[in-house]
Nanobody
Framework: QVQLVESGGGLVQTGGSLRLSCAASGSIFSRLIMGWYRQAPGSQREWVATITSSGDTKHADSVKGRFTISRDNAKNTVYLQMNSLKPEDTAVYYC??????????WGQGTQVTVSS
């Protein structure tokens, strides 16, 4: 079983930066495909970024060039560096871990609010 705990959310002004962290318990973190998702009020949860166990990354077009996903397997942690934040980035951000057999794990979410 894997538990994921996000941190690093908060209130920031337009153009500011935040770094989200997601710490994982258990011994299989290095084998997990990790991702960040977000859900704004009244909207469906949307994919933000993914990083594979080997470090390959993909980012949604809406955040490309502004957000960067990374991982530190020694610390069982995945990060989301968010720069040039916009009000439309306001959402609850969730961390997700997935195995190769599609078992998945979710964190409880962390609120990010960008003021205009």
């Amino acid at each position: 079983q894997v538990q994921l705990v996000e941190s690093g959310g908060g209130l920031v002004q337009t153009g500011g930066s935040l770094r989200l962290s997601c710490a994982a318990s258990g011994s299989i973190f290095s084998r997990l495909i990790m991702g960040w998702y977000r859900q704004a009020p009244g909207s469906q949860r949307e994919w933000v970024a993914t990083i594979t166990s080997s470090g390959d990354t993909k980012h949604a077009d809406s955040v490309k060039g502004r957000f960067t996903i990374s991982r530190d397997n020694a610390k069982n942690t995945v990060y989301l560096q968010m720069n040039s934040l916009k009000p439309e980035d306001t959402a609850v951000y969730y961390c997700r871990g997935r195995t190769s057999t599609w078992d998945e794990y979710w964190g409880q979410g962390t609120q990010v609010t960008v003021s205009s």
